[in-house]
């Protein structure tokens, strides 16, 4: 059975991190893009950032970039997301998703994201 399971998310002061984990089990995906979403209350879900799967490529969303970083350790099957100079406007539910079609980081097209996970909570206060 293939999982994804986020971890990391927690309540935090604006201005504060958060490092935002997804382990994958039941199968690799070492050779595959993977990627972190989020979804606010009565919001659609957004894409936040995506790396290739041997790590060379990333892509952010404008609103995250220069605050948040994705990396992976293919070794353990895992992705990261380092959340710094969190805002109020930053609090959503955040979701990690893997792209077995394996397109180009840069291609928002959401049809390529098959496996998702259930999410975690991230809360920046004011």
């Known amino acids: 059975q293939v999982q994804l399971v986020e971890s990391g998310g927690g309540l935090v002061q604006a201005g504060g991190s958060l490092r935002l984990s997804c382990a994958a089990s039941?199968?690799?995906?070492?050779?595959?893009?993977m990627g972190w979403f989020r979804q606010a209350p009565g919001k659609a879900r957004e894409f936040v950032s995506a790396?290739?799967?041997?790590?060379?490529?990333?892509n952010y969303a404008d609103l995250v970039k220069g605050r948040f970083t994705i990396s992976r350790d293919n070794t353990k099957n895992t992705m990261y997301l380092q959340m710094s100079s969190l805002k109020p406007e930053d609090t959503a539910l955040y979701y990690c998703?893997?792209?077995?079609?394996?397109?180009?980081?840069?291609?928002?097209?959401?049809?390529?994201?098959?496996?998702w996970g259930q999410g975690t909570q991230v809360t920046v206060s004011s």
């Open positions: 998703a893997v792209d077995t079609f394996s397109a180009p980081v840069t291609d928002r097209n959401m049809a390529k994201w098959t496996y």
């Open positions: 790396i290739s799967w041997n790590g060379r490529n990333t």
């Open positions: 039941g199968r690799t995906f070492s050779s595959y893009p």
